[in-house]
C-alpha cells in the first residue's frame, strides 16, 4: 500500500549517535575534570539523561525534587549540554544519505519529524526543515516511546490512519516498539554506516 506520510525519528536516526555521544561525552567529562569543584552537576546531568531514556513516564518535577535542586537549574543544565553543546558535533555526523532520502520523498508525502527531545535546533544543524514538527511536552505528548500515545496524537492531528504511514527510527526498543503499538509499519536504521547506507538505497520512493 502507498504510504500517505514518513514519521522519522531524530536522534540517532538523522545523524549517527555514537561518535556523537564519545565526542560530546569527552567535552563534557574535560569541562568537568577542570571544574571539578562542580562534580555535583555532571551527576545531575547524566542522571537526568539516563532517566529521560528510560522512563516513559518521566516527569522533571519529580526529578528535581529526589535531586534536591530547582528546575531553572536543571533546565540551563540541560539545555546547554544535553540540547546546544553536541549540535556541532550532530551537524558533522549527519546521515546525509537519508537526509538525502527524505527530500526526495518530500515532493510526494510530508515528513514528519517526532522525537522524545527538542527538535527545532538539532534541525537546523542538520540543515533539514520537514512538514511537520512533534516532540515530547508533556502537555499533548504526554508520555515518552515507546508508549504509542505520541503517534496516535500524531495521526489525530493530521488525519492519519497507522496504514497510512511509515516510521524510520534506529531503536527497535523505542521506535520500532511505539510503531508496533500503534500499528504502524516501521524500518529500524543500523548504526553501522555502510549497513544503513545499503538499506536506504535498496529502499523505493513512496
Wanted: proline share 4%.
Amino acid at each position: 500500500m502507498k504510504k500517505k506520510a514518513l514519521i522519522v525519528d531524530l536522534d540517532g536516526t538523522l545523524y549517527y549517535q555514537k561518535p556523537v555521544q564519545i565526542c560530546a561525552g569527552l567535552e563534557l567529562l574535560i569541562y568537568y575534570l577542570i571544574h571539578f569543584w562542580r562534580l555535583k552537576e555532571l551527576k545531575q546531568i547524566l542522571t537526568y539523561r539516563h532517566q529521560h531514556n528510560t522512563q516513559t513516564n518521566f516527569n522533571i518535577q519529580t526529578f528535581c525534587k529526589r535531586q534536591n535542586t530547582d528546575i531553572t537549574t536543571i533546565q540551563f543544565l540541560v539545555q546547554k549540554w544535553l540540547f546546544l553543546k553536541p549540535l556541532k558535533w550532530i551537524k558533522i555526523f549527519t546521515d546525509k544519505n537519508l537526509i538525502c532520502y527524505l527530500r526526495e520523498n518530500q515532493k510526494n508525502i510530508p515528513i514528519i519529524i517526532y522525537s522524545d527531545y527538542e527538535t527545532k535546533e538539532k534541525l537546523k544543524a542538520l540543515n533539514f526543515k520537514p512538514d511537520f514538527e512533534f516532540s515530547y511536552d508533556g502537555t499533548n505528548i504526554r508520555y515518552l516511546k515507546p508508549d504509542p500515545q505520541g503517534l496516535t496524537h500524531i495521526a489525530n492531528k493530521l488525519n492519519l490512519l497507522p496504514e497510512d504511514i511509515l516510521i524510520i527510527g534506529d531503536r527497535q526498543d523505542k521506535d520500532g516498539l511505539a510503531a508496533a503499538n500503534f500499528g504502524a509499519e516501521y524500518l529500524i536504521l543500523p548504526q553501522n554506516p555502510i549497513m544503513r547506507h545499503k538499506i536506504i538505497k535498496r529502499l523505493k520512493h513512496l
